[in-house]
Each structure stands twice: as structure tokens, then as C-alpha cells.
């Protein structure tokens, strides 16, 4: 405010003074920015009389919100130098304006701006229309940098895949199992695919942005492991069972309750082909963990069976009955030799437990278990050997037996006569029990005409 002189004639210039400057803020018309410049849309201060108070200021921001037609029902008050803003407007851009313009507005001290954007549909499209043509016009402008960073990204691809055939020819012939040589082979791909995405933020500016990006992979590998362990702990696990490789292509294997066939070993589960012609898949970590009894890694190997003979039955004899049963069959191998032990005495009868060798690969277990049994039966009955139950229940299929007084001298009728003709009874496999052949090869050769779960990856050896 300019010092008023002493006198008339000082004071009246100093009035004169006063009276021009209200006059021509009162009267100068604003010039609306164009919308876009958001809070640059204001270059310069609205100049506002030295002497005008918190209501001149009102006035004047008030008089210019109007007259630019953005706003309906603007109000402007001001408090202490502190404007606060109401009324709606359609966009947000003219919001950010009228924060602007109250900001650079002399003797503001802060904005308080409470204009509501209207929500109608049209304004919603309008909006919308507006940020499309903001995106499509800096799209142009970054087009170039885009260009280079595809171009930077595809050679950084070709590069990371050169290395990785290198390095998966290079280690071919020291590592066997494909799986683990496909996981070497991206681990040096991925070190050149890190840094080509550091060089295009590089180049981008973004160097705080590429030095997080670098140095957050190792969290960021963390991170992924503990969200997708199962998955992690299925894909490690496939990669150790290709390398020690419990079992191979075709064997006949018993893990986590399950029986069959090996089909395949993919990246997350171990398909097998049960004896029932079902296919089984069971996840690697299970695998891994769980015992695994291969059937087929030995050439032969030892089955038993348990029979039961009477108290008042020879036991010497029923064993003898039983070796050369053993001993006559051609599935049986005769060394390891087979055995005939006494296991238990029990309640109602004397358990005896027998051995026997055969080859795996040949015969099937079940069949010759079942031949052996039926065998065993027949040379125990036929040899005059009792075989009750546990329940010391007396059969008399041929009737009660007799003992006829006559002279004195009794003759007890036998329970099991011997057969007239043993060779008549004496079969190494029947009909019934579909000859001893090995069926694990039957079932994969009717197999061959289903569909095998994931059957394109197998990383295991045949």
C-alpha cells in the first residue's frame, strides 16, 4: 500500500489512487484457459487490489468462475486468506482449474475445493472420451521408445534362447536325465532375459525402477515359492526321481497303496496302469516320500503261503507231501531252495509255512500261488494228512464211518481215500487258472488302445 503524503493534496492523490485500482479489478473480464493444462492452466496471478480484504477475494474468483459457463452455482468464500470452493462441474480437469486459479489468486493462503463432478452418463462417456485421448496421445509420443523396447526384448529373447541350446548340447552328454538338462539349460537363459529387461528400463529412465526389479527377483523367487510350494515341491521332486531313477518304463511297482505298471514320469505326477487296467496318477512328492517296492528290478523273487494241518496229522509227512509238490512243479526254482517250516501251533491246528522262488518276470504270482495251494490240498488230503479248521468242525463227506463187529476186529473206513490215479490229479496250471503266464505284459499290450495320461513327456528311461 503506498504511503499517503501529509496534506489536501497528498490525500486526495493517495484516494485517487485507491479508487483506480478497485475500479480496474473490478472491471477486467478473465481469459479461460484452455482445459488440459490442469494446474499450469493458470500461468499468472490474478492481481487483486492491495487494500481488498477475504470478501474482494471471493468476489473476484467467484465473478471468473461464472463467466467461464464450467461451473453450476459456483460459491467462493473465503475465511483468514483460507478459500473454500462449492458448486459441480463436469469434468475433473475443470475442478483441478478452479484449485488453480483460488491458488494463484494474491493473498490466498490455502484451497479447500468442495466442487462435485457430475455423474451423469454423458459426463461418465465424456470423461472417458477425454482420457482415451489423453492415453492415444502419449501413446504417440512413447511409440519410439515402445519400438526399441521390443526390439531390445525379441534380441534379448534370441540371445537367452542361444544360450540355453549351447548350454543343453554342451551338457548333453553328462547329464541323462532331460529333465534336469531342460532346468540347466533355462537357468542360463534367464540371467540374459534379466538383463535385456534392465537395459530397456535403463534406457527408459526407470534406473530405480530396474535396479528394484534386479535386486527384488530373489523375494520375488520367495515369494512364488511359498504360493505354489505343492507345485514347486512336485517340479523338484520329478527332477530327482529322473535322476536316480527308482524305476523305469514298464516295471511293476507298489507305492502309496497302489500297484501297476509304470506308464510315464511327467513334471507333476507318475502315471501307473493298475492290473485292472486303471490308469493312476500319483504326484511326485508323494512318490518321493513314500516307500517304493519294485517288482521287477530282481529277476526272481520269493512268495509264501500258510496251510494248517491236524493235531493228530504227521507233521513230517505233510512237509514231505508239500516239498515234493514244490519240488515236481516247473515254476518253482530249486535254488534258492524251497521251504516247508512249522510257523505256529495254534488252537485248532499246526500252521505250516511255505517258501518258494520263481521268476518274476515269467510267472505271475497269483497264479502260481493259486496252483501251489490247490496242489498242496490235494497231496495232504491224498496222503492221509487232516486239514480242519479253526472251528474243529468234523466233515464226513462220505458219510459217518463204521466199525463193524464181527470177530473182534474193526476197520475203520478212511475220510480221504488216496486217489485211485494221482496223475490224474496232478496239473501244474488248470484251466480255471488261465495257464502262469506273467499278465502285467497283457495288460500293457490291451492298454496300448486307451489313452495314457500326459503320455507325450516321459522322463524316465525305458
Not at 536316480?244 to 511327467?266: K, S
Not at 487232516?386 to 474243529?392: F, G, K, Q, V
Not at 490215479?421 to 502262469?436: F, K, Q, R, V, Y
Amino acid at each position: 500500500m503506498p504511503a499517503c503524503a501529509a496534506g489536501s493534496v497528498g490525500r486526495f492523490w493517495c484516494v485517487f489512487v485507491l479508487t483506480a485500482s478497485a475500479a480496474t479489478a473490478q472491471t477486467a473480464e478473465p481469459v479461460p484457459p484452455t482445459i488440459g493444462a490442469d494446474d499450469q492452466a493458470v500461468s499468472k496471478q490474478v492481481e487483486v487490489a492491495p487494500v481488498a480484504d477475504d470478501r474482494a477475494i471471493a468476489n473476484r474468483i467467484q465473478r471468473i468462475l461464472r463467466s467461464t459457463d464450467w461451473f453450476q452455482n459456483p460459491r467462493v468464500s473465503v475465511r483468514d486468506g483460507v478459500v473454500f470452493l462449492e458448486g459441480t462441474t463436469k469434468t475433473q480437469a475443470h475442478g483441478r482449474w478452479a484449485s488453480a486459479l483460488a491458488r494463484n489468486t494474491k493473498g490466498t493462503v490455502a484451497v479447500v475445493n468442495r466442487i462435485e463432478i457430475d455423474g451423469d452418463a454423458g459426463s461418465t462417456f465424456g470423461r472417458a472420451g477425454e482420457e482415451f485421448v489423453k492415453t492415444y496421445r502419449q501413446a504417440l509420443l512413447l511409440w519410439p521408445w515402445i519400438l526399441i523396447a521390443g526390439v531390445i526384448m525379441l534380441i534379448t529373447w534370441l540371445v537367452g534362447r542361444l544360450f540355453a541350446h549351447l548350454a543343453r548340447r554342451f551338457l548333453a552328454s553328462r547329464i541323462s536325465s532331460s529333465l534336469l538338462l531342460g532346468v540347466i539349460a533355462r537357468l542360463f537363459s534367464i540371467p540374459v532375459f534379466l538383463l535385456g529387461a534392465y537395459f530397456v528400463l535403463q534406457v527408459a529412465g526407470l534406473t530405480r525402477l530396474a535396479l528394484t526389479v534386479l535386486g527384488g527377483t530373489g523375494l520375488f523367487g520367495i515369494i512364488v515359492g511359498f504360493a505354489f510350494r505343492d507345485i514347486a515341491e512336485n517340479f523338484l521332486s520329478s527332477i530327482l526321481l529322473s535322476i536316480r531313477n527308482p524305476f523305469g518304463t514298464g516295471d511293476l511297482i507298489e507305492v502309496a497303496g497302489n500297484m501297476g505298471i509304470v506308464q510315464n514320469l511327467n513334471m507333476r505326477s507318475t502315471v501307473l496302469l493298475t492290473l485292472d487296467g486303471i490308469y493312476v496318477q500319483i504326484p511326485n512328492a508323494i512318490v518321493f516320500k513314500s516307500t517304493i517296492t519294485n517288482y521287477s528290478s530282481a529277476s526272481c523273487r520269493r512268495a509264501n503261503f500258510a496251510v494248517g494241518i491236524s493235531y493228530e496229522s504227521s507233521t513230517t509227512r505233510a512237509q514231505i507231501l508239500v516239498a515234493d509238490v514244490l519240488k515236481q512243479h516247473p515254476a518253482v526254482l530249486d535254488t534258492p531252495e524251497p521251504l516247508v517250516l512249522v510257523e505256529e501251533l495254534g488252537m485248532a491246528t499246526v500252521n505250516l509255512r511255505i517258501y518258494y522262488w520263481f521268476v518274476s518276470a515269467t510267472y505271475s504270482p497269483i497264479k502260481i500261488n493259486s496252483a501251489l495251494l490247490r496242489l498242496t490240498k490235494d497231496a495232504l488230503l491224498g496222503g492221509g494228512i487232516e486239514l480242519p479248521d479253526a472251528a474243529r468242525e468234523v466233515v464226513f463227506p462220505r458219510g459217518v464211518p463204521l466199525v463193524q463187529m464181527g470177530d473182534g476186529q474193526g476197520e475203520k473206513m478212511s475220510e480221504h481215500p488216496v486217489p485211485s490215479d494221482p496223475a490224474e490229479e496232478w496239473h501244474s496250471a488248470t484251466i480255471g487258472e488261465g495257464g502262469l503266464r506273467n499278465e502285467s505284459a497283457e495288460v500293457s499290450e490291451r492298454s496300448k488302445d486307451g489313452r495314457v495320461p500326459e503320455a507325450k513327456e516321459n522322463l524316465l528311461k525305458s
